[in-house]
């Protein structure tokens, strides 16, 4: 039998709900519980896949080929295990569900409503994880306590409270006590109103964690469990940390999971075994290099549009001992006069995934250079079409090549629509979506890196390389490395000749977890690392002469 935590935000949106539940489902997995975490976001999307990335972040995407928010990115670099399209659900797909149940003659002769109906179905998805096998079903409600949409959630909650046994389910609130600067003082009242609102719906949180800038003193402490109803001990101090993965450790110093044992009357379970996540944070906290990375994309003024590709450059460069600082460079501003200064500093360059035509010149410049110079490159889906694009320009001198996406009437479609996109209309979940296999060539790069004939890794786009120009490609010196065993789609291209050059059409960043970091990354980190050194032999004199 499961049972349940709920986690609610309040005050404002940001505060990390994702982060927070992440961190609880890791110190009890490290006790030996199988935990899964679940979110449910309130908007009427049925799923973010149509969101741009200004709207919602990144969109990730599960095994199954689920396109969902961005914290189940969190939860499995966290827990190291895969969601799945059960884990992401959203006011969309309640009503979709139900409203289809409708038309088939359901409730026929009766009125549908937001309860029971719709928040039936959203209880049937709360506890459908349940029946899994897992000890403990995280469920983090997206938006904050008081917005109109997240009013059935909170409702669907205040019945499982109600009906579930008291040591089955508890509630989790996470709040923001200010500091105010010119009074030199913590607020705890948005915290106050905040639970007040939460009461008012009906749910009384069982633990209030806050997110701080300043240690919380016992008196703040008490004076927010004498107002908001819970006792001391579960009043959670949620300090602002450097990295988010110190905040696992955090929250065990607080006692948080042993809180949550105690109210869900647990008693089996063991000491934490964090061995792996320690030894994580240590090479994390006090690496021996540094090397630049550009980040080639359109979105770099958002952190969240590329969240997976920065953390799996954390988890690479830990592996490295090597701190990794990210150069977001805007490809929309990249031309043949700035390039080199602006790339000339880099020990590595990655160009990112994404759609449409904006800022297209200015990868296909960004490749060219790194090819050239023999600079560490690696393009993610969209950013290895740009690499085979660049190639056919530069190298086999088809100067008009392109991806139909951006130029349907290119007479070198060297990107070209999948064939069975061509029939599709619909935008929402239409792509080619999740795990596929690809087989890997011998005497490859991506062979020695991966040592497996066959990998699978996870996809999310509808053109591919159009494999009708393979052979003058494969002539010219650019190596399909990896391909689909099924369909011969090319799922990665490299050039042999080039210290590292690899593109691959599918999202490594999405597979890289803290207790097993992507071995792509990993290499390409270690690739930029020597480049970096060998950058650095040659400008010592010194070492120039010893070399003569
Ligand atoms: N727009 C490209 C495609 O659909 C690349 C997609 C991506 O980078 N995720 O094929």
New binding site residues.
């Given amino acids: 039998m499961a049972k349940y935590i709920f986690v609610t935000g309040g005050v404002t949106s940001s505060l990390g709900k994702g982060i927070i539940s992440a961190s609880l489902a890791k110190l009890l997995q490290a006790r030996g519980l199988r935990v899964t975490i679940q979110k449910f976001d309130p908007y009427i999307n049925v799923d973010p896949g149509t969101l741009n990335p200004y709207e919602h972040g990144e969109c990730y995407v599960t095994e199954d080929g689920a396109e969902t928010d961005l914290d189940l990115g969190h939860y499995e670099r966290f827990l190291n295990i895969y969601t799945s399209q059960a884990n992401n659900v959203t006011t969309g797909r309640i009503y979709q569900t139900v409203i289809n149940k409708e038309r088939e003659g359901a409730y026929l002769g009766r009125t549908v409503q937001v309860i029971p109906h719709i928040t039936d179905e959203i209880k049937r998805r709360m506890m459908l994880l349940g029946s899994d096998g897992y000890d403990i079903v995280i469920t983090e409600i997206g938006g904050t306590v008081g917005d109109i949409e997240s009013l059935p959630f909170i409702e669907a909650v205040r019945q499982i409270q109600w009906e579930l046994p008291d040591e089955d389910c508890l509630v989790l609130h996470l709040t923001l006590v200010p500091y105010l600067r010119a009074a030199k003082e913590l607020k705890t009242k948005p915290t106050q109103h905040s639970v007040k609102l939460l009461s008012q719906e009906g749910v009384h949180p069982d633990i209030i964690v806050c997110r701080t800038e300043k240690p919380l003193s016992p008196e703040i402490r008490r004076k927010i469990a004498l107002f908001c109803n819970v006792k001391q001990e579960a009043v959670i101090e949620a300090a602002d940390a450097p990295t988010i993965y110190e905040v696992p450790l955090a929250m065990m110093r607080e006692k948080l999971d042993l809180i949550c044992l105690k109210k869900l009357d647990i008693s089996q379970y063991n000491e934490p075994d964090l061995t792996k996540w320690k030894e994580f944070l240590d090479k994390l906290k006090y690496p021996k290099n540094k090397v630049n990375i550009g980040l080639i994309g359109k979105y770099i003024e958002l952190q969240d549009a590329y969240k997976s590709i920065l953390e799996a450059f954390v988890h690479a460069g830990a592996m490295n001992e090597c701190s990794v600082n990210v150069v977001n460079i805007h490809s929309e501003f990249i031309s043949e006069e700035n390039v080199s200064e602006k790339l000339g500093n880099l020990d590595g360059l990655l160009v990112a995934?994404?759609?449409g035509h904006r800022g297209i010149e200015g990868k296909i410049l960004a490749v060219k250079y790194a090819r050239e110079h023999r600079l560490p490159f690696f393009g993610i889906?969209?950013g290895m079409?740009m690499s085979v694009i660049e190639y056919a320009r530069n190298v086999l001198g088809l100067k008009d090549a392109h991806s139909t996406?951006m130029n349907p009437d290119t007479s070198n479609p060297v990107i070209d629509l999948m064939e069975e996109q061509k029939k599709i209309t619909a935008k929402g979940g239409t792509?080619r979506l999740g795990a596929y296999l690809c087989e890997l060539r011998d005497g490859s790069l991506a062979k020695k890196i991966y040592n497996q004939d066959i990998i699978s890794e996870r996809h999310?786009?509808?053109?591919e390389f159009n494999n009708a120009y393979l052979e003058k490609f494969e002539q010219a010196g650019m190596m399909a490395s990896g391909r689909n065993p099924g369909s011969g789609l090319v799922e990665i291209v490299e050039l042999p000749k080039h210290p590292f050059f690899i593109g691959v059409q599918y999202h490594p960043e999405l597979k890289s977890t803290v207790e097993s970091p992507h071995p792509l990354f990993v290499r390409f980190i270690e690739a930029s690392k020597n480049f970096a050194e060998g950058k650095n032999a040659v400008k010592n004199p010194l070492l120039q002469s010893e070399m003569i």
């Fill in positions: 995934p994404g759609f889906c969209l079409q996406e792509m999310r786009h509808r053109w």
